[in-house]
């Protein structure tokens, strides 16, 4: 606690704990010297694309709007962990926010299958029910929510049976499990720009969001004789998740100025994408930027 000494008062405060590692901080700002500078831009078209009112004329512009903010809200995560040089964390972070944003820029370019992602979601409850009945007991759940459900389950259910084998005679049918009959690498290559960074978005982060050797190897190393741990920070693979996290935030803003007429976004983009240049490659083509 510390005495804060005014011209009329004195006032106690209580001393605010700060959690993080400073020198992997300092470390970031010398590795990018230029990001803090170039963060307050970021910010303004952060500010400028979502903290607004919009007037949505369907469900296709509700979804481009909010998932946008859940993007950005992702990519503030990926910021923190990296700067403090948590890569590993930043990956798995980065695994679900780049998904995100295929799905986004996907959905954005396909309107007519908006309605399609969000009735999945009484497929996606109605899988959740028996697990949660088998971890708290079947009385958990009331029979009147069970039966409301079952009811929205059994109006979309027919939609998304898919074949349980590929043989073309083969009549089994499976509930699917994801709303699209495209699986996520061929939704990628459909999306342009954001698509072609599936290795650094979607490969190489799968390693460490699923229990996999390749997440454990890299964090292990031979010291002598013996194997260790390796609990200092991960710089390297913190950048790369931010650096591609960065580019998965400008599509989302982009996708509002393709969707909304917002005033002062454009201009704001375009700074954006200079700054990523200027930050994580100086002289390479700019993100988004046709050959």
């Known amino acids: 606690m510390r005495l804060l000494m005014g011209a009329d008062s004195v006032v106690m405060q209580a001393a605010t704990a700060i959690y993080g590692f400073p020198d992997a901080a300092t470390a970031f700002e010398q590795r990018h010297p230029l990001f803090n500078e ?60 780049y998904e995100q944003t295929v799905n986004l820029r996907y959905l954005h370019d396909h309107p007519d299958e908006v309605q399609t992602f969000l009735d999945f979601n009484a497929v996606q409850l109605q899988k959740l029910i028996k697990p949660i009945e088998e971890t708290f007991g079947t009385e958990v759940l009331s029979d009147n929510l069970k039966e409301e459900q079952k009811k929205r389950f059994g109006a979309v259910k027919d939609r998304f049976m898919v074949k349980s084998c590929k043989s073309k005679t083969c009549d089994e049918m499976r509930l699917s499990h994801t709303w699209s009959k495209l699986d996520f690498v061929s939704m990628a290559k ?31 190393e031979i010291v002598g004789d013996r194997m260790e741990f390796k609990s200092e920070h991960q710089p390297d693979m913190a950048d790369q998740a931010l650096m ?48």
């Not at 910010?43 to 919009?54: D, M």
């Not at 650094?200 to 890299?218: K, N, Q, V």
């Open 190 to 220: 459909k999306v342009g720009h954001i698509g072609t960074l599936i290795v650094p978005g979607y490969f190489i982060p799968l390693r460490h969001a699923h229990p996999t050797l390749g997440s454990l190897s890299e964090r292990i």
């Open 38 to 97: 170039k963060m307050a831009n970021l910010e303004r078209a952060i500010n400028i694309a979502f903290v607004r009112t919009q007037v949505v004329q369907s469900a296709a512009d509700r979804f481009v709007y909010f998932f946008g903010t859940l993007i950005a809200e992702d990519f503030m995560e990926v910021f923190l962990v990296s700067v403090n040089g948590y890569g590993a964390a930043a990956m798995k972070l980065l695994r679900t926010m």
């Open 244 to 291: 591609t996290a960065h580019n998965c935030l400008l599509t989302a803003l982009e996708i509002q100025a393709e969707r909304f007429n917002i005033e002062g976004l454009r201009e704001a983009i375009d700074t954006c994408v200079r700054d990523w240049r200027d930050i994580w490659s100086p002289g390479s083509a700019i993100p988004g930027e046709k050959d």
